[in-house]
């Protein structure tokens, strides 16, 4: 099984297909790549790309370079993977993705808005009746999105705590 493949069988989902794909294309490919050679190889339109490439600049997990060809016009963009896929992901699950039988733990507080959210509403649609998100966010997070997008997908909130750093929310799906 290829580490894509592993990589889609995460339980919360963390990348959506094409975030992964992007991320394993930047991984083959040590020097980056331009907007024109990613998509092409992953086989998806510039505006999927753009949107993808600047939640995982704005992450820290890519960083773009200006190339100039000595040509007139703008630099071209070559994006570059800053750090391995296995330590992303092991960033991710290190920050607290743990599950048991009935709750699933999940610590936000290092992933960036609005990824964060996106990371969150994958986790709301694998949840199953009685079940229990556990979300730790940063302080400055907007926590009232997290609640009304819940409550949209008729999950409720149990508890929150805050503290100086965090907010610990847990929501139940019942």
């Known amino acids: 099984m290829s580490f894509l493949e592993e990589i889609r069988e995460e339980p919360l989902h963390i990348f959506s297909k094409l975030e992964a794909e992007v991320l394993e294309y930047l ?17 998806c339109s510039f505006k999927s790309l753009y949107s ?7 992450n820290g997990w890519i960083m773009t370079v200006k ?10 963009n070559r994006y570059i993977l800053r750090q391995s896929l296995s330590t992303i ?3 991710l699950h290190d920050c607290g ?8 733990f999940l610590n936000l507080s290092e992933v960036s808005y609005p990824y964060s959210l996106t990371i969150f509403k994958r986790a709301l649609a694998k949840m199953n009746y009685g ?24 999950i409720r909130v149990v508890d929150i705590l805050t503290n100086s750093h965090n907010i610990r929310v847990i929501f139940k799906k019942g």
């Open 89 to 91: 992901i092991r960033k």
């Open 27 to 43: 991984e083959r490919h040590p020097w980056g790549g331009t907007i024109h050679q990613i998509a092409r190889d992953v086989k």
């Open 131 to 154: 079940e229990c998100l556990v979300i730790l966010l940063g302080d400055t997070i907007n926590l009232r999105e997290f609640v009304e997008l819940a409550s949209k997908k008729d």
């Open 52 to 58: 993808v490439l600047g939640m995982l600049e704005k």
């Open 67 to 76: 190339e100039r060809n000595g040509g007139i016009g703008r630099p071209r």
């Open 97 to 104: 993705c743990r599950f048991d039988d009935r709750t699933k």
